[in-house]
T-cell receptor, first 106, second 121 residues
């Protein structure tokens, strides 16, 4: 089982700043099978990034993903108040699993 | 493209429940589908996955032997039959569509709105 550990638990930033969210896997994630989802309170999750760095349909280019092996990053530039949410990484290289989430407060 | 879950509610420990997920707007039988749950105030937890034609199913260890995933492609509907329910099964259950039709495991590009299950006496 691939365990994903996200850090930090909470990130408090101001509008216009840049957020950097980390996702570390307990073993190497092959073929770049990492995705990121955004979940706002009371809503279903929404896909932001798949394949480590490909943006899903309709996702602004302020959101970007990077990484390889066991270390992956979601970056959000020029933060807006609407970016306040919990962000989850997901791996689909070996079965499926999610990280514990990072809460971003703007 | 839309997913609409139903079937949630209050059930006693040891009881059973069947969730449904009605799909529309895409060719249902070409995509694997997954159930994901979220306990109150907690993160996302993978439950089960089924391939497009239903030939392969996968389960999280925590529910293996108690839950059964299935699909009826003629009705564009995904199911989750849950038995021997426990308090720790309480949460919102989401169905999710896989982004690509090519793989058993994938990112989820469409999520339903979720249905709440409460296991309590």
């Amino acid at each position: 089982e691939v365990v994903l550990t996200q850090s930090p638990g909470t990130l408090s930033l101001s509008p216009g700043e840049r957020a950097t969210l980390s996702c570390r896997a307990s073993q190497s994630v092959s073929s770049s099978y990492v995705a990121w989802h955004q979940q706002k309170p009371g809503q279903a999750p929404r896909l932001l990034i798949y394949g480590v760095s490909s943006r899903a349909t309709g996702i602004p280019d302020r959101f970007s993903g990077s990484g390889s092996g066991t270390d992956f990053t979601l970056s959000i530039s020029r933060l807006e108040p609407e970016d306040s949410a919990v962000y989850y990484c997901q791996q689909y290289s070996s079965s499926l699993s999610f990280g514990g989430g990072t809460k971003v407060e703007i | 493209v839309q997913l609409l879950e139903s079937g949630g509610g209050l059930v006693q420990p040891g009881g059973s429940l069947r969730l449904s997920c009605a799909a529309s707007g895409f060719t249902f039988n070409t995509y694997a589908m997954t159930w994901v749950r979220q306990a109150p105030g907690e993160g996302l937890d993978w439950v089960s996955t089924i391939t497009g034609r239903g030939e392969y199913t996968y389960y999280a260890d925590s529910i293996k032997g108690r839950f059964t995933i299935s699909r009826d492609n003629s009705k564009n509907t995904l199911y989750l039959q849950m038995t021997s329910l426990r308090a720790e099964d309480t949460g919102v259950y989401y169905c999710a569509k896989h982004r690509s039709g090519a793989y058993s495991f994938d990112a989820f590009d469409i999520w339903g709105q979720g249905t709440m299950i409460t296991v309590s006496s």
